[in-house]
T-cell receptor, first 117, second 115 residues
Framework: QKEVEQNSGPLSVPEGAIASLNCTYS??????FFWYRQYSGKSPELIMF????GDKEDGRFTAQLNKASQYVSLLIRDSQPSDSATYLC?????????????????FGKGTKLSVKP | DTAVSQTPKYLVTQMGNDKSIKCEQN?????MYWYKQDSKKFLKIMFS???????INETVPNRFSPKSPDKAHLNLHINSLELGDSAVYFC??????????????FGPGTRLTVL
């Protein structure tokens, strides 16, 4: 069973702090990794994607990937109350010999983040 | 505006009825998807179509039948609705199936309530 695991939270941080969201995945063949933000009652929206080991920064957001540990994280610097949402980690399980599963995004259950003013 | 759109936004119906949800994307993408998000907010892939051909059909009851008349549309028809079908259904699209082409853009969702 290919899985993506996230702590459901809620994760509560004060305004201005760094929020750290973590995700682990089970399939070593995973190729690409995505972070989506979903506000209550809204659709998921893509924040960042990462393919290579290391860090990728985009404004206040940094995605970190460690394929050896099968771990991907999202850091949000200078957290704002508007960042309060559920953050979904998604993994592309496109791997050799996966046949029809190629291109299938597997989502974690999401971590609910609350940024307190 | 370029986007993924779905209709209807809300759908309330009785058990046993048949209903359809429509999805359209004008992003020029080749791949479209249907996801189901249950009450616990778990988002799960149901179907994936690439260039009008079914690529992924996860374990869903055969009461659910997707139809893709062209690359820009992927509709979802549900027969004999059951209480457990109540959920939010999201349509999504991406340029392709792998790597950066798999960045998926989601529609606004259709909240289905089966009474």
């Amino acid at each position: 069973q290919k899985e993506v695991e996230q702590n459901s939270g809620p994760l509560s941080v004060p305004e201005g702090a760094i929020a750290s969201l973590n995700c682990t995945y089970s399939d070593r063949g995973s190729q690409s990794f995505f972070w989506y933000r979903q506000y209550s009652g809204k659709s998921p929206e893509l924040i960042m994607f990462i393919y290579s080991n290391g860090d990728k920064e985009d404004g206040r957001f940094t995605a970190q990937l460690n394929k050896a540990s099968q771990y991907v994280s999202l850091l949000i610097r200078d957290s704002q109350p508007s960042d309060s949402a559920t953050y979904l980690c998604a993994v592309n399980l496109r791997g050799i010999g996966d046949g029809g599963s190629q291109g299938n995004l597997i989502f974690g259950k999401g971590t609910k983040l609350s940024v307190k003013p | 505006d370029t986007a993924v759109s779905q209709t209807p936004k809300y759908l309330v119906t009785q058990m046993g009825n048949d209903k359809s949800i429509k999805c359209e994307q004008n992003l020029g993408h080749d791949t479209m998807y249907w996801y189901k998000q249950d009450s616990k907010k778990f988002l799960k892939i149901m179907f994936s179509y690439n260039n009008k051909e079914l690529i992924i059909n996860e374990t869903v009851p055969n009461r659910f039948s997707p139809k893709s008349p062209d690359k820009a549309h992927l509709n979802l028809h549900i027969n004999s609705l059951e209480l457990g079908d109540s959920a939010v259904y999201f349509c999504a699209s991406s340029q392709g199936l792998s790597g950066s082409y798999n960045e998926q853009f989601f529609g606004p969702g259709t909240r289905l309530t089966v009474l």
